[in-house]
């Protein structure tokens, strides 16, 4: 599996559910975040904020990039700063 966006991007693509199961929050300014959420659009509900935004605030974000994968009740799964940490535990998802 390759790493970071292009894995996100494939785990997205695959994931049970759809567009609808998958969310994505790009963090920057908005002059650079634009590219990345073009390409996240297709395949998840996506937010862009700027650095401490309230979204990732409330999600308990402290580092990018971070992945997490809730179960059906929102609580958290797996989560991880690699795509390969909730992956795994993707698979069972179906």
Known sequence: MTS???????LAEKFPGGKDQVFA???????NVTEKRD??????RVVTEEQGGAVAAALGVK???AFALPDS?????AAGTMVQDVSMAS????
Do not use: D, K, M, T
Not at 91 to 94: F, I
């Open 4 to 10: 970071g966006f292009p894995a996100f991007l494939e």
């Open 25 to 31: 929050v790009v963090v920057g300014p908005a002059e």
């Open 39 to 44: 390409q996240l659009a297709p395949v998840a």
């Open 63 to 65: 580092g990018y990039p």
């Open 73 to 77: 009740s929102g609580s958290v799964r």
């Open 91 to 94: 698979a069972g998802a179906a």
